[in-house]
């Protein structure tokens, strides 16, 4: 299986976060990520959060999600911050709203599997750790680096060396000056068995009967 894109569903989501979030003048952040999640039909979405962030991505995220009708599942870092995203999300008025989690990535990670588009803030210090802990749906995913022109590791970020384990191969990537930089991956599995490992290729040996040439191919 494979994440498969729909236009339709991506323009309907597109259109309608921009009449939800009109009022917040953004630069088109929330409207991309949302027609994102929504066209490759993510059926779980997870996103970071931290008290002070800015709502207009959670709101196109939340959209996406019913789109799709999959889950919206947001971690924050603390009980203040639960309550302010809460409060905001609840004051736009999307129902139902999304799913809230407390804690550190290594605690709640094991208990969202399948995860098909995940959005981290590049603002936050354990942004690449929620990265590598994701457990992916086995169709692909689609990663998101928000305010990725915040990142103190800019030069040295890559997204080859967040899933590097050989259960992932990294499809394309792309860097997009929007708002204050996302960054966005697209990863499918590698077809490799669960139990093999990175550099664990197979060489198949095919002998032309014509030429008598020999050729070995790496599979």
């Not at 494979?2 to 630069?27: G, M």
């Not at 981290?120 to 995913?141: E, I, Q």
């Not at 068995?193 to 550099?199: A, D, F, I």
Request: net charge positive; with cysteine.
């Amino acid at each position: 299986m494979k994440l498969v894109w729909s236009p339709e569903r991506a323009s309907k989501a597109y259109i309608d976060t921009v009449k939800s979030c009109q009022l917040f003048h953004e630069s088109g952040v929330a409207e991309l990520i949302s027609a994102t999640a929504a066209g490759w039909n993510a059926k779980l979405i997870v996103e970071t959060w931290s008290q002070g962030g800015v709502m207009p991505t959670s709101i196109g995220l939340s959209i996406a999600r019913r789109h799709t009708g999959g889950r919206h599942v947001c971690i924050v870092p603390d009980e203040r911050s639960r309550t302010e995203y809460a409060e905001r999300m609840g004051d736009a008025g999307l129902l139902p709203e999304p799913e809230v989690i407390v804690g550190e990535p290594e605690e709640l990670m094991d208990g969202l599997v399948g995860i098909d588009f995940l959005v981290v803030d590049s603002k936050r210090k354990d942004f690449t750790r929620v990265l590598r802990l994701a457990k992916l749906s086995n169709k692909g995913a689609v990663l998101v680096c928000k305010n990725a022109n915040s990142r103190t590791d800019s030069s040295t970020f890559r997204w080859r060396s967040i899933l590097d384990d050989g259960t992932w191969r990294l499809v394309r990537s792309v860097f997009l000056p929007v708002g204050k930089g996302l960054d966005i991956a697209h990863f499918a599995t590698s077809g490799a068995s669960s139990g093999s490992r990175k550099g664990d290729a197979k060489w198949i040996k095919h002998v032309d009967q014509r030429s008598g040439e020999v050729h070995v191919i790496r599979r």
